[in-house]
Structure formats: C-alpha cells, structure tokens
C-alpha cells in the first residue's frame, strides 16, 4: 500500500525558534498533500491543503505566515512553524492522495510531536 | 454545530460484547463517509468506508442513514486489541471538487479482559 512518512516524529524546541516538518511520499507521487493538527482529546483539524508547484490553500483561521508549506517536489511537502510558541505544540499530521487529486483515500503519515517550551 | 459530532465516550466493554457508535453530521450533501481508527499518539488509519447500503467488513459493520444524517459503526465479539479510538469522518460537498476530510472528535473505546 501507499507509505507516508514523516520527519522528524517527535521535536522538542524552545520558544521563538522555527521548525521544519517534512512529509514524504514514499512509493508514489502526490500532487495533493493536506497538513493536520491535533491537540490532546480533540479531533483532526484540517489546517491547509498543499498543491505541488503552486500556493497551499488555508483553512479558515489558520496563519498562513505563522506555518509555511512548501510542496516542491511530486514526493515532499514541507511545514515549517515559524517563531514557535507554546501554543503551538501540537501532533502535526500529513496525509497524501494518489492521483487523480480528487479521490477520497488519504495516506497518513505517522504524525510530528511538537513540544514547544 | 459542529459538522460531525460523536459522543466521546469512554466506551468500556468487556471481551466479546458487541458495541455500537453513532455520529450525525450537518452537511445534507456530504458525499462519503468513512469510520477511521486511531490508536494513542499513532496516525488515523481507515478502517471502512460507509455506504448507503451498508457495509460489513468481519466483525465490523457500517450504516448510513442519509434521512437523518447519521452514521453507524458496530463491532461484534470485541476483542482487546479494538481497545482505541474510533473517528467518524466526512467529505462534506461545499459545491465544489473536494476531498476534505472532516473528523469526529472520536469515540474512544476500551474492551476489558
């Protein structure tokens, strides 16, 4: 089947500082990426949908300058929280479809504990 | 309202009882349905997807009831290792092509030996 993964799985960083989290396809190419957040004992949010070669498309609410995505490659999609807080320590999920992009199965990654202090 | 809405449980069982979830979802046009599993700190991973007609997948079945907006997960014989939480999801129609998922906080399930 198809395999996401994620580095790094699990970050620990001080307050201020960046964090890049990356999102691999590993046996097929992914025109669509989506990044996820999960805070303890809530659902799944949706924070943005990455589309390879152009602008990642965000969600409502969240700050498109605060969390970067860059999906440059068929087989990566980066998020990078930028002057990380607290608040943001989070598990960050990315999911990845097979083409063609509008198909309902999405490949999860293994999720990015962040844990900022 | 939230667009999908579980009870959040604890769910516990003991060994073999048959337990069954619901979910109810706002978006009338939602197009597809799925019950996804998610185990402590691990990713979701999908266990079936969810039709009209219903579905059944071993000891698991799955109902839609588009009248009422309401989904349906049953697990029969329970077994420890179903032990986790069970997201209801849906890819709501917002008109156009898209395949957003939206979870369920997740129902979260402990069989008992």
């Known amino acids: 089947g198809a395999v996401v993964s994620q580095h790094p799985s699990w970050v620990i960083c001080k307050s201020g500082t960046s964090v890049k989290i990356e999102c691999r396809s590993l046996?097929?190419?992914?025109?669509?990426m989506f990044w996820y957040r999960q805070f303890p004992k809530q659902s799944l949010m949706l924070m943005a949908t990455s589309n390879e070669g152009s602008k990642a498309t965000y969600e409502q609410g969240v700050e498109k300058d605060k969390f970067l995505i860059n999906h440059a490659s068929l087989t990566l999609s980066t998020l990078t929280v930028t002057s990380a807080h607290p608040e943001d320590s989070s598990f960050y999920i990315c999911s990845a479809t097979i083409p063609p992009a509008y198909t309902d199965t999405q490949y999860f990654g293994p999720g990015t504990r962040l844990t900022v202090l | 309202r939230k667009e999908v809405e579980q009870d959040p449980g604890p769910f516990n069982v003991p060994e073999g009882a048959t337990v069954a979830f619901n979910c109810t979802y706002s978006n009338s046009a939602s197009q597809s349905f799925f019950w996804y599993r998610q185990d402590c700190r691990k990713e979701p991973k999908l266990l079936m997807s969810?039709?009209?007609s219903g579905n059944e997948d071993g000891r698991f079945t799955a109902q839609l009831n588009r009248a009422s907006q309401y989904i349906s997960l049953l697990i029969r014989d329970s077994k420890l290792s179903d032990s986790a939480t069970y997201l209801c999801v849906v890819i709501p129609d917002y008109g156009g092509a898209t395949n957003k998922l939206i979870f369920g906080t997740g129902t979260l399930l402990a069989v008992q030996p």
């Open positions: 969810v039709y009209s």
């Open positions: 046996d097929f190419q992914a025109t669509t």
